[in-house]
T-cell receptor, first 114, second 105 residues
Framework: GAGVSQSPSNKVTEKGKDVELRCDPISGHTALYWYRQSLGQGLEFLIYFQGNSAPDKSGLPSDRFSAERTGGSVSTLTIQRTQQEDSAVYLC????????????FGSGTQLSVL | DAKTTQPTSMDCAEGRAANLPCNHSTISGNEYVYWYRQIHSQGPQYIIHGLKNNETNEMASLIITEDRKSSTLILPHATLRDTAVYYCIVNDMRFGAGTRLTVKP
């Protein structure tokens, strides 16, 4: 694939349900980021994966949020017991890592919690 | 929190140069400055980055002050399609609110 792929592009869920958002980074990219963007706001950093290192989870807003990256490639962001304030666009980005850290973004997942 | 600060909004006349400032006074010696822009709700698009020297590519120019505490992104001939939110970040990859640039006819 040519770019970062995110799925689904749109997700509507009911309050209290769990959701999983998927990110397929560009092949060979070692670093992967998740961001959240609420309507009219800037990008809020959530979590960062770099190779086999422990992820930087400092941006996760609560323990309802978690993410994993399997095999150094695909990443899944999980939100448990969703709340209405979780409604936002969730963006994933990858970079080649190390010396080249230009971020390549996916198109995002629009999450709506009713 | 982001290590960069930018004005909330700016206007520019079509065909004129747009100069977007960014302050990064706590930048470390080995940190780069990156600029991105976001049109509507699309994912941000990379524009340019630099360390110490001024940089130019087909999209823009980046001017970094000698003390590296601030920089300016220059769009030499702004068009209506350059209307977007512009973000300046450093290597920590934390985004602030950015600058909303509106190019007017």
């Amino acid at each position: 694939g040519a770019g970062v792929s995110q799925s689904p592009s749109n997700k509507v869920t009911e309050k209290g349900k769990d959701v999983e958002l998927r990110c397929d980074p560009i092949s060979g990219h070692t670093a992967l980021y998740w961001y959240r963007q609420s309507l009219g706001q800037g990008l809020e950093f959530l979590i960062y994966f770099q190779g086999n290192s422990a992820p930087d989870k400092s941006g996760l807003p609560s323990d309802r949020f978690s993410a994993e990256r399997t095999g150094g490639s695909v990443s899944t962001l999980t939100i448990q017991r969703t709340q209405q304030e979780d409604s936002a666009v969730y963006l994933c980005a990858s970079t080649p890592g190390y010396l080249d850290e230009k971020l390549f973004f996916g198109s995002g997942t629009q999450l709506s919690v009713l | 929190d982001a290590k960069t600060t930018q004005p909330t909004s700016m206007d520019c006349a079509e065909g004129r140069a747009a100069n977007l400032p960014c302050n990064h006074s706590t930048i470390s010696g080995n940190e780069y400055v990156y600029w991105y822009r976001q049109i509507h709700s699309q994912g941000p698009q990379y524009i340019i980055h630099g360390l110490k020297n001024n940089e130019t590519n087909e999209m823009a120019s980046l001017i970094i002050t000698e003390d590296r505490k601030s920089s300016t992104l220059i769009l030499p001939h702004a068009t209506l399609r350059d209307t977007a939110v512009y973000y300046c970040i450093v290597n920590d990859m934390r985004f602030g609110a950015g600058t909303r640039l509106t190019v007017k006819p």
